[in-house]
């Protein structure tokens, strides 16, 4: 049987060249192909000597890295299953995320492994590692005794590659299940939709928790051979000083608005650059323009979710149509768009309604919840995506909303209802909303209206203090 394993189709993409650099560092740190190669080899070899059973869950957080990087293409080459979560979380959060994936391995931040490690032996796990940005922690001291060569596990099409969890409208957040062929079929498609060529060099200033950063940005750097310049902690000054050294950039709108701000950003700072690209949230059209007068180049927006990777995109070649600044471009290759009534008919063009759709790369379902899975999916196979949008008569794809409640805040998604139910919990509380206001960084932050009871004392401030010691910080309304 071919193996499918979609770390075996990235290290097929390395240069013949191992020791070019893959990988430069903010801080000038180079790591080279075979860098890559060996410590991945070393990690992947570290967790099959645990023994973990078939389709073990692999949960990471950790402080951006390039060994953290490594860590993720590793548990791929081992053959399991990788479940990042967001720096930000809280012990809440991680509480729930690893008593419902159960996962084998936990590996965290030094800093939090006081915290962390009893949650993860609590939920089953056999091995609680740290790992650290300064290359340090006990994963890498384990690793370092490993052999550096490792033939990489079997995997079918629709193994599972990646659990990500996404925020639940009911409070409960969901995981959703990738495969491999979900995610190499879209990295493939995009590196052909998107121009990648011989030479090109991608300056990623994105997490590596979320679909943008560690899919879309990392799988297409790595299946077209191409150097990274590793942003650890975005700087927009530091982002401007090194693009006249690459040729492709990947932000949410929120980093587009920084960088704006910057005035070294020129159309001269950009000569060498090849594409722009936006997602993870609306992208204004005032910022759409502004960055095409400022830079001379024009944004390709594009359109994607945790459940799907990459669904739609402006195109890159001219031939193919422009970039039109408001939508999010024509289905990839491969990929089935439609938009449908509440009825469930199919919508004509520049219709409003729900947006559905089908493709190789659209997931499995969601973990541990059949249910919820069915529900999502219709009985002709097509998933349910939430948004609201509609396609012009040229195929072009709108979003002009959500269905469900959500705020989208700098690129990350908050659903009302689970602050809500830490709001409500609190004493003397008798109902509570949260709900979104435009912002001119983050275009949306939440803010919260609180009903207390007849006699309750509660002041705005308390509401946020106890919401800031249970959640991740980007959820947390700046109001109350």
């Keep these: 049987m071919s193996n499918h394993n979609l770390f075996a189709a990235l290290r097929a993409a390395f240069p013949d060249q191992l020791d070019e650099i893959a990988i430069e560092t903010d801080s000038g740190l180079c790591y080279s192909w075979r860098d890559l190669d060996r410590a991945t080899a070393m990690m992947a070899n570290l967790l099959e000597g645990l023994e973990l059973e078939p389709g073990a869950r692999i949960a990471v957080q950790v402080e951006k890295s390039v060994e953290a990087v490594m860590l993720y293409l590793a ?44 949650i993860a032996f609590k939920a089953g796990a056999k091995a609680v590692f740290t790992l650290d940005d300064d290359r340090t922690g006990s994963l890498l001291e384990r690793a370092a005794h490993c052999p550096d060569e490792h033939r990489a596990a079997v995997k079918a099409p629709d193994d599972l590659a990646a659990i990500l969890y996404t925020s639940g409208t009911t409070g409960r957040s969901k995981g959703a299940m990738l495969s491999h062929d979900n995610l190499l079929s879209n990295a493939v498609v995009l590196k052909t939709y998107w121009g990648w060529k011989k030479g090109d060099v991608l300056i990623h200033a994105l997490p590596i928790f979320h679909v943008h950063g560690l899919f879309v940005a990392l799988h297409g750097a790595l299946i077209n051979g191409s150097k990274m310049i590793w942003v650890g902690k975005f700087d927009p000054k530091l982002v401007v000083s090194k693009l006249p050294e690459a040729t492709v950039f990947m932000g949410v709108p929120t ?32 910022t759409f323009r502004a960055w095409q007068d400022r830079t001379g180049h024009t944004i390709l927006e594009r359109y ?36 449908r009534g509440e009825g469930g008919q199919d919508l004509p063009a520049d219709e409003i309604g729900g947006i559905e759709v089908r493709g190789p790369n659209v997931f499995k379902g969601y973990w541990r919840m059949p249910e919820k899975t069915r529900e999502e999916f219709t009985a002709d196979g097509w998933f349910r995506t939430g948004d609201v949008g509609l396609i012009d008569k040229k195929g072009y794809v709108t979003i002009v909303g959500r269905s469900k409640d959500l705020i989208i805040s700098g690129g990350y998604n908050v659903y009302p209802a689970e602050i809500e139910g830490y709001i409500n919990e609190m004493p003397g509380v008798a109902e509570s909303a949260v709900v979104g206001v435009p912002h001119p960084d983050f275009g949306e932050v939440g803010v919260a209206v609180v009903t207390l009871k007849p006699g309750a004392r509660l002041l705005g401030d308390e509401v946020i203090a106890v919401l800031k010691a249970r959640l991740a910080n980007f959820k947390i309304p700046k109001r109350c």
């Design 304 to 339: 994607g979710m945790s459940e799907t990777a990459m669904l739609t995109s402006n195109p890159y070649a001219a031939k193919d149509g422009d970039r039109r600044g408001g939508t999010v471009g024509f289905p990839l290759p491969g990929v089935s768009v439609r938009v």
């Design 255 to 286: 980093l587009y608005v920084r960088l704006l701000a910057e005035s070294t950003l020129t159309r001269q700072a950009c000569r060498n650059m090849r594409l722009f690209i936006s997602g993870s949230a609306p992208l204004l059209i005032e």
């Design 75 to 118: 548990t791929l080459r081992a053959g399991y299953v990788f479940l990042p979560l967001n720096t930000a979380y809280q012990s809440a959060e991680i509480e729930y995320f690893v008593a419902n994936a159960e996962p084998a391995v936990v590996v965290c931040s030094s800093k939090n492994f006081g915290w962390v490690s009893p």
